[in-house]
């Protein structure tokens, strides 16, 4: 069974560009889950798909970062305008309801 | 709300040593509980969690943990820890809606 794939694996870019990041769960996951991690820390949850709507995005700072699932299977997250503390690894997880999360092996971006 | 506090965010131990990793929650119900297991470079790999029943908790590669109320806590050991042990460990809970809230982590070293 093919696992939680994401892409790119690492990326640079200077503060104020933009970047996104693509994430294709695991075939037949209703759900799908956005987490930061920075450096030291554990991974924090932004934002959480239940097929193509969201359930829970309290944590997602809305005014630089946005996230879509357009047709309830892969998903993208955008960061316009980046900032330095958004040097994080960027984790996609999957899971069918109420069930064991998956995760993919994560976007490492640095902002200089 | 809900948090996870794991103590100390380095444990070392010596390869066949006993492997003790601490963790303490606080939640207004009793939360699922879970331990994940994170390589250098790849996404988080559940060891094994906590829901209902059974508070001793055997999970893979020989690690266990368990499951104690009175204390609010869920600490994972190991008899004999293995080279291929080394990596950063984090414990989370969850109330039941399937949304992780995790620890700091802990990078567990083992020395030959």
């Known amino acids: 069974e093919a696992g939680v794939a994401q892409s790119p694996r690492y990326k640079i870019i200077e503060k104020r560009q933009s970047v996104a990041f693509w994430c294709n769960p695991i075939?037949?996951?209703?759900?799908l889950y956005w987490y930061q991690q920075i450096l030291g820390q554990g991974p924090k949850l932004l934002i959480q798909?239940?097929?193509?709507?969201?359930?829970?995005d309290s944590q997602l700072p809305k005014d630089r970062f946005s996230a879509e699932r357009l047709k309830g299977v892969d998903s993208t997250l955008k960061i316009q305008p980046a900032k330095l503390e958004d040097s994080a690894v960027y984790l996609c997880?999957?899971?069918?309801?109420?069930?064991?999360?998956?995760f993919g092996p994560g976007t490492r971006l640095t902002v200089l | 709300a809900q948090s996870v506090t794991q103590l100390g965010s380095h444990v070392s131990v010596s390869e066949g040593a006993l492997v003790l990793l601490r963790c303490n929650y606080s939640?207004?119900?009793?939360?699922?509980l879970f331990w994940y297991v994170q390589y250098p470079n790849q996404g988080l790999q559940l060891l094994l969690k906590y829901t209902t029943g059974a508070t001793l908790v055997k999970g893979i590669n020989g690690f266990e943990a368990e499951f104690k109320k009175s204390e609010t806590s869920f600490h994972l050991t190991k008899p004999s820890a293995h080279m291929s042990d080394a990596a950063e460990y984090f414990c989370?809970?969850?109330?039941?809606?399937?949304?992780?809230?995790f620890g700091g982590g802990t990078r567990l070293m083992v020395k030959p």
């Open positions: 798909f239940q097929n193509n709507g969201v359930v829970d």
């Open positions: 989370a809970v969850d109330q039941r809606g399937n949304m992780l809230t």
């Open positions: 997880a999957s899971s069918p309801p109420s069930d064991e999360q998956f």
């Open positions: 075939s037949g996951h209703a759900t």
């Open positions: 939640s207004s119900v009793p939360p699922y």
